[in-house]
């Protein structure tokens, strides 16, 4: 939804008020200028508003963005039943969310954009470089005195304030150091019960400083995009871990019984446990891995990797089909034998 017509502002209405019915300044129905700086917004669908076309007709093009979509939301500044204004919030609410708005992040210090505009009529050079410093200086002095591991335990402490949201750690009782490290939230679970059927899973490295690995379960939505579904931090790739969080991912999730495939990479552990966990779900290595794998063995023709590029691309199980028979008869009578093959 956009602005369909410019919002009405709460001065606006005051003075309406006032030049109609003479009341005083202090009078309940004047709206709260401090608080609520619009009285009524109109928002309307994307597809319902026709833009003027600006171009001269010398390239041709399709309207794809107008689909006559009627949706509409008007919203207005009412007074309570009790006599008092109020802002009711129907969603969820922490600081974490709190900086992601974009009016909380502009700067409104008058001596900072004053010291800016001065660098800029100076024609100051900043590099990427000294930008990196300044936000590593910054993090810093913010992070104090306190450790890694103090740092992590208030940040999950306000992570699991969040209504849905959950966190657990695993410790190992001989090291007392935490193996994993498992924070499911409320949007990933109700994710992964819309699109189960098809789960991608991963490991990042070289991610944190305390070299923990960065595991993670995605799936596809609607609109092809990936979106993670599960998040966790191992230690180490061992089969333990990763059983700990695959149940963690099951206990979390119950529509995990409808995962019809998994496309992983070629870690062995990975294969294994996700075998053990889902053995109604076949897997699949991903395109980088089928295609790491073809290039490691360099007596490989260049016409049967193009073939089996063709064949991970098909839209058809009827084209699958069709590349796949080709790519045999290039690679001879043996091909069955060949380790490109198997």
């Known amino acids: ?39 009524s917004y109109t928002l309307k669908c994307t597809h319902g508003i026709k833009n003027q076309p600006r171009g001269k007709g010398v390239r041709r093009r399709k309207i794809i963005r107008f689909l006559g979509c009627t949706a509409q939301v008007n919203g207005l500044v009412k007074l309570a039943s009790e006599g008092k204004w109020k802002i009711y919030h129907n969603h969820i609410q922490s600081a974490f969310l709190f900086q992601f708005y974009a009016e909380n992040r502009k700067i409104t210090d008058a001596k900072l954009l004053q010291d800016v505009m001065h660098m800029d009529e100076a024609g100051k050079a900043c590099s990427l470089r000294d930008v990196h410093n300044l ?54 679970k109700r994710l992964f019960s819309a699109y189960p059927e098809v789960i991608l899973v991963d490991a990042t490295h070289c991610t944190n400083r305390n070299a923990y690995k960065r ?96 064949m991970m691309k098909s839209n058809t199980e009827k084209e699958y089909k069709r590349y796949k028979v080709t790519m045999e008869k290039q690679m001879g009578p043996g091909y069955k034998q060949n380790p490109f093959y198997e």
């Open 215 to 310: 595991f993670g379960i995605m799936v596809t939505d609607v609109f092809g995009a990936g979106q993670y579904v599960q998040h966790a931090l191992l230690g180490r790739e061992t089969k333990n871990n990763l059983e700990l969080f695959i149940a963690q991912f099951k206990e979390q999730n119950p529509s995990w019984r409808k995962i019809k495939m998994i496309g992983s990479d070629n870690d062995f552990n990975e294969k294994d446990v996700l075998a053990q966990a889902f053995p109604k779900a076949p897997q699949l290595l991903c395109q980088f891995h089928v295609s790491a794998l073809s290039n490691l063995d360099h007596e490989i023709q260049t016409e049967p990797k193009n073939l089996c590029q063709l």
């Open 135 to 188: 936000l590593a200086s910054l993090k810093r002095k913010r992070r104090g005195n306190q450790t890694d591991e103090e740092r992590t335990e208030a940040l999950l402490t306000e992570f699991c304030e969040s209504e849905g949201n959950s966190a657990v750690i695993y410790v190992n009782h001989d090291t007392q150091i935490a193996e994993t490290i498992i924070f499911p939230t409320a949007r990933k």
């Open 1 to 39: 939804l956009v602005t369909k017509r410019p919002s009405y502002k709460s001065a606006t209405r005051n003075e309406k008020i006032k030049s109609k019915d003479k009341v005083s300044d202090d009078d309940p129905r004047l709206i709260p200028v401090d608080k609520f700086s619009k009285y």
